[in-house]
C-alpha cells in the first residue's frame, strides 16, 4: 500500500487529528486506528476496539457501507528486540473517524475536541463537493452550448449548399424546412426557435 504519514510542523494551532492524518497514493485522507486511540487517550487499544464497534454499527445503520470507511490491515511493528512483528489496525475514513469520536468517551477533553474538528472538516467537505459538482455542470452546459451553436451553423451552411444535412423524416429538418429564414436574417437564431416551438 502506497501510503504515508503527513509529515507536518508541529504548531500551536494545528490539530492533533491533522498531526497523524495519512493520505494514500490517490491523495485521499485517512487515519490509523491504532495513532487516533493514542490521541484520543486510550492506552489499552482493546478499551478503543469497542469504540470501533460502536462507530462501525452507527455507519451501518446509517446505511453507508462498513468496507467503504473502516479498512481492516495488518500491520509490521518494531518490538524492542528489533523485530517486527503483525498487529491488527484499522485505517478510517474522515467519516469512520467522526462517528468514532460521537462514540469515544465524553468525559475526555479531547474527545470534544474531536467532535468539533470532524463535523467542521465534513461540513468543509460536503461544502467542497457541492462547489465542484456545480462547476462540472456549468462546463457541460457551456460546452453543450457551444456543440450546439456549432451543429446549427452546419445545418445552415448545408441548407445554402442546397445539400440535406439530416434524414426527410427526423424533427429537426422537418422544422427548419418549415420556417426557412429569409436571406441576410440570422439562420442559427431561427435554427433554434424552430427546434423549440
Not at 45 to 61: D, M, P, S, W
Amino acid at each position: 500500500m502506497n501510503e504515508k504519514k503527513e509529515n507536518l510542523p508541529v504548531a500551536g494551532d494545528l490539530s492533533p487529528f491533522e498531526r497523524i492524518r495519512r493520505t494514500n497514493a490517490a491523495g485521499a485522507a485517512y487515519w490509523s486506528s491504532r495513532d487516533f486511540a493514542v490521541v484520543l487517550g486510550y492506552s489499552d487499544y482493546r478499551n478503543f476496539e469497542a469504540v470501533i464497534g460502536k462507530a462501525r454499527l452507527a455507519c451501518f445503520n446509517s446505511g453507508h457501507r462498513i468496507e467503504d470507511h473502516f479498512v481492516d490491515v495488518t500491520e509490521m511493528v518494531t518490538i524492542g528486540s528489533g523485530a517486527q512483528r503483525p498487529i491488527k489496525t484499522v485505517l478510517l475514513s474522515r467519516y469512520a473517524c467522526y462517528l468514532i469520536v460521537q462514540n469515544a468517551d465524553p468525559s475526555k477533553e479531547i474527545v470534544a475536541l474531536g467532535q468539533t474538528y470532524f463535523a467542521v472538516q465534513t461540513r468543509r467537505q460536503e461544502l467542497s463537493g457541492r462547489a465542484t459538482e456545480e462547476g462540472r455542470r456549468l462546463l457541460l452546459r457551456e460546452e453543450m452550448k457551444m456543440h450546439n451553436v456549432r451543429l446549427a451553423g452546419t445545418h445552415l451552411h448545408a441548407q445554402r449548399q442546397g445539400v440535406s444535412a439530416c434524414r426527410p423524416k427526423s424533427r429537426l429538418c422537418a422544422a427548419s424546412r418549415v420556417r426557412s429564414h429569409p436571406a441576410g436574417t440570422d439562420g442559427p437564431r431561427l435554427y433554434r426557435q424552430a427546434w423549440f416551438n
